[in-house]
């Protein structure tokens, strides 16, 4: 069983910036890949980015690319979302999501077996 705990959320103007944390439990953190999502009011969950267990392949959806970026820490068992240049429509409840993955990093999903509880981040105009 692995645990997620989002943080790092938040009220920001468009144009402004903030980072998301995301802090696993799972001991073999570095036996799973990760992703980010996201649902805004009255619309379904959408995939924003994702990362392998090493660190060394990244996806992102193409509205947040150049945008945002995604990180881990294998030693720290944490994976971030730094987002930049923020816009109102990136408004969204965002979610960390993991899977035990060997290779790259799912962008559904459908595909991860454990989610947090989601952290709130609302872009003011």
């Known amino acids: 069983q692995v645990q997620l705990i989002e943080s790092g959320g938040g009220l920001v103007q468009a144009g402004g910036s903030l980072r998301l944390s995301c802090a696993a439990s799972?001991?073999?953190?570095?036996?799973?890949?990760m992703g980010w999502f996201r649902q805004a009011p009255g619309k379904e969950r959408e995939f924003v980015a994702a990362?392998?267990?090493?660190?060394?392949?990244?996806y992102y959806a193409d509205s947040v690319k150049g945008r945002f970026t995604i990180s881990r820490g294998n030693d720290k068992n944490t994976v971030a979302l730094q987002m930049r240049s923020l816009e109102p429509e990136d408004t969204a409840v965002y979610y960390c999501?993991?899977?035990?993955?060997?290779?790259?990093?799912?962008?559904?999903?459908?595909?991860?077996?454990?989610w947090g509880q989601g952290t709130q981040v609302t872009v003011s105009s």
């Open positions: 999501a993991a899977v035990r993955r060997v290779g790259g990093a799912p962008v559904r999903g459908t595909e991860y077996d454990y």
């Open positions: 799972a001991r073999t953190f570095s036996s799973y890949a």
């Open positions: 990362i392998s267990r090493s660190g060394g392949t990244t």
